[in-house]
């Protein structure tokens, strides 16, 4: 399986991007799949998640600010992040929440500025 995320940049506070995770193979239809990010200095954190229901999951932190969601007929999965903070400085990625998890892409990088 392979992992793919893309969409970073650098943005102003309070400014939006939306990131896409594309990936090989039907991985979306079998997993619980979801967001990661690791800012500098600190450990990959799980920022929101996605059932094959569609149900989903975020962190206190992004709550209300970032969506995710899945079109699993495109193998693509979104990230909308919305209202920008520079805290939110980081690589994300994509990942399965299994453990293990799949083999980890390269992420993208997402630099917010004040």
């Known amino acids: 399986v392979q992992l793919q995320a893309s969409g970073g940049g650098l943005v102003q506070a309070r400014g939006s991007l939306r990131l896409s995770c594309a990936a090989s193979g039907s991985i979306f239809r079998r997993n619980v799949m979801g967001w990661y990010r690791q800012a500098p200095g600190k450990q990959r954190e799980l920022v929101a998640s996605?059932?094959?229901?569609?149900?989903?999951n975020y962190a206190d932190s992004v709550k209300g600010r970032f969506t995710i969601s899945t079109d699993n007929a495109k193998n693509t999965m979104y990230l909308q992040m919305n209202s920008l903070k520079p805290e939110d400085t980081a690589v994300y990625y994509c990942?399965?929440?299994?453990?293990?998890?799949?083999?980890w892409g390269q992420g993208t990088q997402v630099t917010v500025s004040s």
């Open positions: 996605i059932t094959l229901g569609g149900s989903t």
């Open positions: 990942n399965t929440l299994t453990r293990p998890p799949a083999a």
